[in-house]
């Protein structure tokens, strides 16, 4: 598994991996600064007695009862990611929401800024009581991306960086430079401050393996994965990690023990497809990368290790095409150009491959 497969663990790197049935606000919205309009092919949901909803593990363990994400409309035509879900508390427990609702958006904000969305909202239901209550309460928290900083428009105290976030932050930015050994030492300040950060632990980790210190890179998500088990995205990244020194079964019993906890993570089946591209199961593979793609079309590495496994199959063209799509979804995916000269070299188109392979190594990509 190569080293460009990490930058697409980040659509499992969330609770909200899945779309659940499609309903967005209960009749009853409590107002928004912006009015709000769901997309036409989503209805109002007017809860029952027996709402729909999907449990989701938070990494505390908390179960969250999920009713929707997926994107709003603003009248002005603006757009947000929503997530809906069912508190057990009521929505006059100020304290407990806003605890719940912080935990809820560490995660949720990594899918809105994914998704290149500016503004995201977190819509608690409370279910209606009574034999003629029809009509969920809720209250709703939206947030604003400016600059780099998210912030709680409905509660400013929701969401409020504290020191271990404000160290994270500052690692992330030299993460994003680069500069890895900067970036471990502002995690391991946020360490200090909260020893069960999953933030820090899970990126400080990312940070070892890049720098090639595997074992302190399995220590961090091991650690992790002790008090939060059911932290997904740690059973995922744990797999890459292994993958990349092929420690596949390692890799592979960690993928599959991502998708006991979650069978519609995009990240661990594309983890597993690539981990069986590497045995020479392609088969496997491309069962398990055409599933990840159904999950998540935007994942581009999914349709990289679906191109792989198509050319081992001497699927030429359909190989080609998933190169084609996963580029178009990421142009920086160097991984993606080395394959697709592969490919171009099977049919016997050598100047395309020649090109492809220069772009790979222009973008930094090397064969491991």
């Not at 900083?149 to 929701?158: I, Q, R």
């Not at 661990?268 to 199961?281: F, P, T």
């Amino acid at each position: 598994m190569a080293t460009s497969k990490k930058a697409e663990v980040s659509a499992c790197k969330s609770i909200v991996v899945a779309l659940s049935a499609g309903l967005i606000f209960a009749g009853s919205a409590e107002a928004l600064p912006r009015h709000i309009v769901p997309e036409p092919t989503l209805k109002l949901h007017v809860a029952s007695h027996q709402p729909k909803f999907t449990v989701k593990l938070l990494p505390s363990g908390k179960k969250m009862k999920l009713h929707f994400v997926g994107p709003l409309i603003f009248a002005d035509g603006d757009q947000a990611l929503l997530l809906s879900y069912e508190s057990d508390y009521k929505l006059t427990d100020s304290p407990k929401l806003k605890k719940e609702v912080e935990e809820i958006w560490s995660f949720f904000k990594q899918d809105a800024s994914l998704q290149g969305y500016k503004h995201a909202v977190i819509t608690v239901r409370e279910e209606p009581e009574g034999p003629n209550a029809k009509t969920a309460k809720v209250k709703n928290f939206l947030f604003e991306l400016k600059g780099a900083k998210w912030s709680c428009l409905t509660d400013p105290d929701v969401g409020a960086p504290t020191p271990e976030e404000e160290e994270c932050e500052k690692a992330s930015d030299y993460a994003k430079d680069g500069k890895f050994e900067q970036a471990i030492e502002h995690y391991t300040k946020a360490v200090a401050i909260n020893p069960k950060s999953i933030n820090a632990l899970l990126n400080r980790s990312t940070a070892y393996e890049t720098l090639g210190n595997h074992k302190k890179a399995l220590e961090d998500l091991t650690s992790l994965l002790e008090f939060s088990p059911n932290y997904v995205v740690a059973y995922v990244n744990r797999a890459w990690a292994h993958g990349r020194h092929k420690e596949f079964a390692e890799a592979l019993e960690d993928c599959n023990k991502a998708l006991s906890i979650d069978p519609k993570c995009a990240a661990a089946l594309n983890n597993r497809a690539a981990v069986y591209n590497d045995l020479g199961q392609y088969d496997k593979s491309l069962d398990d990368s055409s599933k990840a793609i159904d999950l998540a079309p935007h994942l581009a590495a999914a349709y990289d290790t679906r191109g792989v496994a198509r050319r081992h199959l001497k699927q030429f063209k359909l190989a080609i095409d998933d190169f084609d799509k996963a580029l178009s979804l990421n142009p920086k995916l160097g991984e993606a150009y080395y394959n697709r000269a592969q490919a171009y070299k099977a049919i016997g188109d050598t100047t395309r491959a020649t090109s492809d392979e220069a772009k790979a190594k222009e973008l930094g990509f090397k064969k491991e």
